[in-house]
Every structure is written in C-alpha cells, then in structure tokens.
C-alpha cells in the first residue's frame, strides 16, 4: 500500500510493522521482530523478558568523539476499532489506506503513535550512508497503559548524552516537559436480584473520543459520563433495574461509547422513551459544536426475566457515576492555555461481583496528581468500595539550559525558515521516566503530524513524515 511513497525505507517498515499485531500487552511479536532486524545488520541489542528491546549502533566513520545520541519511542499501540468492525487485534494486520495526504487504517487506529518513532529508528539503522554519532535506540513497551516498560527496563549500559524522543503527533512543536500520571481503578462491590420486566438496551454513541491528554480539553463528550446523568434522570422517575453496563475501551482514551441494559414494567415503556429522547435532545444541544454526532440509541429486546442490580448497589453506582470527577481540574498558571491537571474516566465495567471505573490522571504538579487520586480513593472506599494505583509516572521538568533544544531550534528554523514552537504538553511521555534513570541526558520530543491518535480515525501525513525524517537526519548531522 505506502509503495512509491518518500522516504520509503521509512514507510516500508512502517507498513511492516501495521501487519504485526502490537497492541498494549501484545508486544513479544513487535519486540522479536526489532531483534531480528538488529541480527540482520550486526548491531548489538538487548531485549529484556517484558519485550524492551535497545539497539546500538556506533558512530560513522569520524563521528566517533562525538556525544551519543539516543532516538526512543514504544512498541505497542492504542488497539480500539469502530462497533461493526470485525478486526482481530491479536492476529489480523491492519487495514491500511492512502487517502491524499493521510495513512489511514479502516475502521481501526493506526498505530503511528507511535510506529512511525519505530520506522524512523530502523530506517535510520538500516542507511550507513547517513552520518551520525554513537547511537542507541531504546523501544519500550506497554507505554500507553501506564509506561511499564519504561518505568522497569535496565539502562546501566546506556552511553549516549542526548535523547530524541519521537512520540509527538504535530510538525514544528519542540516539546520540553510533559505531565506526570497514573491510573486509578474503582470497584465497588454488587449485588443482583431476580426481576421480570421489558428489557431495553440503551446505546450512547457517535462521539469523537480522542487522547485525553491532547484532547481532554476540546470539551469532547465523555459517553461515561453521559451513562451516569441519564441513569440518574432515568431512577429518578422510572422503577427500573440495570442488567448490564459497559463503555469505554482505554482509560487514556475518552471514550466514545456506552452501553446499558435495563428493565421497566410495561406500564413505563412510553415514558421511558420519552425521557431517553429528551435526555438526547439536551446532550446534542451541550456538545452540539465540539461532539455533533451525538446519539442515544434505544431498543426494545422485549419481555424477559434477568438478574438485576438491587436498589442499594444501583443507587451507588449511579451516585459514583455522578460524582466522580472528570476532565480539566486545573489550568496552569506558568504556561497560558496549557492543562496542568484533568482526570479522564476512560472505562466502565458491569461484572457479576463488582461495578468497576477506571481513570487517567495527569497533572504537570506532583501534589496536585495525588490529590486527585485521593478524591477518587475517598469517593470509592466511602460509598464501601476499593481504590488502587497502577501505572504512576513522574513529570518531565523544564530545562532551561537544555543545549538540545537550542541546536533543535537552530536546525529548524534554518530548514524550514521559521522558528519552532516551544511547548510543555498535558500529555504523558516516557522522558520523565527515562531522566529518573539518566539524570544527565538532555531530552526533546518532535515528531510529525498525525490526528485523531487512540481513535479508530487515526492518521499520519506522508509529507510531514518526510519532512521530519529530513529534520531528524540534519540534528544528527550536527550534533558534536
């Protein structure tokens, strides 16, 4: 498919890699892979038993008293797919396109984030002819579920002085700080009843979804969210029941759907529907400029018998789902614009012995990163549930010395005739992990444009990607 497109060692190993299942947790066929590449063109590597793989090259010819540079990006992807798409992320390649300017998947996300920080890594391995210091690549894995990779993988070995890091999604951003993160997991014990009635499932979706560290503040809806102020209006009014209810796919993406089964006696069908389409109808008009394709989906499966929620264990999911916080927490005071805290509610479950919420948190500050934690740890464990942490990650501070960011500055503006943005982003990156374990490297991310990233709308530009791929090969040509 990317076939004749430029640069195309680039774009060949990208579209290699698209035929290699890689999402988070799925990662051992990726990681061999690389391994096998490094044994190919005789450069050392390692490859630990969670799949981290490093692999060095020395410098060209003549470059050898040069300070080493490190390239670094991860293995695995956000694996999320349209409802009616029946991809196997476990064993299907993806289905890629070319639409004009865009590499796109169908019905699928992509994986340029961040495949293209592999493909820019082998290609540039690959090409002895491009002049480069000492290099060390270092591909992590699970990175997009709390940066397990990074936060466990051995560098004692590591030379290099500064590190590329090539997981941004927009051309002519220089990023020097990110947010810290972690998620947060909410369980809360149920219990079921036997019941009669008509059963009823309800569909949020339509929604645009998206990175909740790139786009948490765009207002997107949050389809979770929505569940909980339409099952509250729904009990307020309706003797019902909840059968079942799920949404969301990642805890770092907004999710764009939710699913509830319900049953009402035959008496309250009507008004049911009734509320169900009022309850649209106020939801399209909030969110009718940043998510127009809201809808609210109601079928009627008919009568039935089920296990359903008893009243105690129902009103206490509602109440959790209404109360727990979600979105921007805070707005930084140092950086205009720029998110310092937010929370995404990213997935719900509905089990046989537990209702479960899962969170993203990020914040730029520390204290503020816990203290968001420890609201969701209260509101769970009061209403008798159980609280835990997974994934926490350290922030990426500012460096206002940094010689890397100036040089990248230099190049930039000497190739394209205007300066870089320089930018701290709410998203989370692996720098800060990596600049626990080597506090003296000097760190920058770049990389080039992509949109709707964690989506099944994903795509990478082709020209950008050649762009900086130019823009890499010249940093590492002046490099000293």
Same mark, same amino acid.
């Given at each position: 498919?990317?076939?004749?497109?430029?640069?195309q060692?680039?774009?060949?190993?990208?579209e290699?890699?698209?035929?290699?299942?890689?999402?988070?947790?799925?990662?051992?066929?990726?990681?061999?892979?690389?391994?096998?590449?490094?044994?190919?063109?005789?450069?050392?590597?390692?490859?630990?038993?969670?799949?981290?793989?490093?692999?060095?090259?020395?410098?060209?010819?003549?470059?050898?008293?040069?300070?080493?540079?490190?390239?670094?990006g991860?293995?695995?992807?956000?694996?999320?797919?349209?409802?009616?798409?029946?991809?196997?992320?476990?064993?299907?390649?993806?289905?890629?396109?070319?639409?004009?300017?865009?590499?796109?998947?169908?019905?699928?996300?992509?994986?340029?984030?961040?495949?293209? +920080? =592999?493909?820019? %890594?082998?290609? @540039? $391995?690959?090409?002895d002819?491009? /002049?480069?210091?000492?290099?060390?690549?270092i *591909?992590?894995?699970?990175?997009?579920?709390?940066?397990?990779?990074?936060?466990?993988?051995?560098?004692?070995?590591?030379?290099?002085?500064?590190?590329?890091?090539?997981?941004?999604?927009?051309?002519?951003?220089?990023?020097?700080?990110?947010?810290?993160?972690?998620?947060?997991?909410?369980?809360?014990?149920?219990?079921?009843?036997?019941a009669?009635?008509?059963?009823?499932?309800?569909?949020?979706?339509?929604?645009l979804?998206?990175?909740?560290?790139g786009?948490i503040?765009?207002?997107r809806?949050? +389809? =979770?969210?929505? %569940?909980?102020? @339409? $099952?509250?209006?729904l009990?307020? /009014?309706?003797?019902?029941?909840?059968?079942? *209810?799920?949404?969301?796919?990642?805890?770092?993406?907004?999710?764009?759907?939710?699913?509830?089964e319900?049953?009402?006696?035959?008496?309250?069908?009507?008004?049911?529907?009734?509320?169900?389409?009022?309850?649209?109808?106020?939801?399209?008009?909030?969110?009718?400029?940043?998510?127009?394709?809201?809808?609210?989906?109601?079928?009627?499966?008919?009568?039935?018998?089920?296990?359903?929620?008893?009243p105690?264990a129902?009103?206490?999911?509602?109440?959790?789902?209404?109360?727990?916080?979600?979105?921007?927490?805070?707005?930084?005071?140092?950086?205009?614009?720029?998110?310092?805290?937010?929370l995404?509610?990213?997935?719900?479950?509905?089990?046989?012995?537990?209702?479960?919420?899962?969170?993203?948190?990020?914040?730029?500050?520390?204290?503020?990163?816990?203290?968001?934690?420890?609201?969701?740890?209260?509101?769970?464990?009061?209403l008798?549930?159980?609280?835990?942490?997974?994934?926490?990650?350290?922030?990426?501070?500012?460096?206002?010395?940094?010689?890397?960011?100036?040089?990248?500055?230099?190049?930039y503006?000497?190739?394209?005739?205007?300066?870089?943005?320089?930018?701290?982003?709410?998203?989370?990156?692996?720098?800060?992990?990596?600049?626990?374990?080597?506090?003296?490297?000097?760190v920058?991310?770049?990389?080039?444009?992509m949109?709707?990233?964690?989506?099944?709308?994903?795509?990478?530009?082709?020209?950008?990607?050649?762009?900086?791929?130019e823009?890499?090969?010249?940093?590492?040509?002046?490099?000293?």
């Amino acid at each position: 498919m990317l076939e004749g497109l430029d640069p195309q060692s680039v774009f060949t190993y990208f579209e290699e890699l698209t035929r290699i299942p890689h999402g988070s947790g799925n990662t051992k066929e990726i990681s061999d892979y690389c391994v096998a590449f490094a044994q190919k063109h005789n450069l050392k590597y390692y490859q630990d038993e969670l799949n981290n793989v490093i692999i060095v090259k020395e410098a060209s010819k003549g470059r050898e008293t040069d300070a080493g540079v490190i390239l670094q990006g991860h293995l695995d992807m956000v694996a999320v797919k349209e409802a009616d798409s029946e991809h196997d992320f476990t064993k299907d390649a993806l289905p890629i396109a070319v639409h004009d300017d865009w590499i796109m998947s169908t019905k699928t996300s992509l994986g340029g984030d961040d495949g293209i +920080a =592999i493909a820019y %890594a082998l290609a @540039l $391995l690959a090409d002895d002819s491009i /002049s480069h210091p000492h290099l060390e690549v270092i *591909l992590t894995v699970d990175e997009e579920v709390g940066m397990e990779g990074a936060t466990a993988i051995d560098l004692s070995m590591i030379k290099g002085k500064y590190l590329l890091n090539l997981d941004s999604e927009e051309e002519g951003i220089i990023l020097t700080s990110c947010a810290g993160g972690l998620g947060g997991s909410m369980k809360l014990p149920v219990q079921y009843d036997d019941a009669e009635g008509i059963s009823y499932t309800i569909s949020i979706k339509g929604l645009l979804g998206g990175h909740s560290g790139g786009e948490i503040h765009k207002e997107r809806a949050n +389809a =979770i969210k929505l %569940a909980g102020r @339409l $099952l509250y209006t729904l009990n307020s /009014s309706l003797e019902l029941g909840v059968a079942a *209810l799920s949404g969301g796919e990642k805890d770092n993406a907004i999710p764009r759907q939710c699913s509830i089964e319900l049953l009402v006696t035959e008496q309250e069908t009507e008004e049911l529907e009734a509320l169900v389409k009022s309850c649209e109808e106020t939801f399209r008009k909030e969110y009718e400029v940043s998510d127009s394709g809201l809808q609210l989906e109601i079928v009627n499966n008919g009568a039935c018998a089920k296990k359903v929620l008893t009243p105690m264990a129902q009103e206490k999911m509602i109440f959790l789902l209404m109360n727990v916080p979600n979105g921007i927490q805070n707005m930084s005071m140092d950086i205009p614009g720029l998110v310092e805290t937010s929370l995404n509610i990213g997935i719900v479950r509905l089990t046989k012995e537990y209702f479960e919420l899962t969170a993203s948190v990020r914040s730029s500050v520390k204290s503020r990163k816990y203290a968001v934690s420890t609201q969701l740890k209260y509101l769970t464990e009061f209403l008798g549930g159980e609280y835990s942490v997974g994934g926490d990650y350290p922030e990426w501070e500012y460096k206002r010395d940094s010689k890397l960011q100036k040089l990248a500055s230099s190049v930039y503006e000497e190739m394209f005739g205007k300066k870089p943005e320089i930018q701290a982003i709410h998203a989370g990156l692996e720098c800060g992990i990596l600049l626990e374990k080597c506090p003296w490297l000097d760190v920058i991310s770049f990389g080039p444009d992509m949109k709707d990233i964690h989506t099944p709308k994903e795509a990478l530009s082709i020209s950008s990607t050649r762009r900086m791929w130019e823009y890499l090969i010249a940093i590492l040509e002046k490099i000293s």
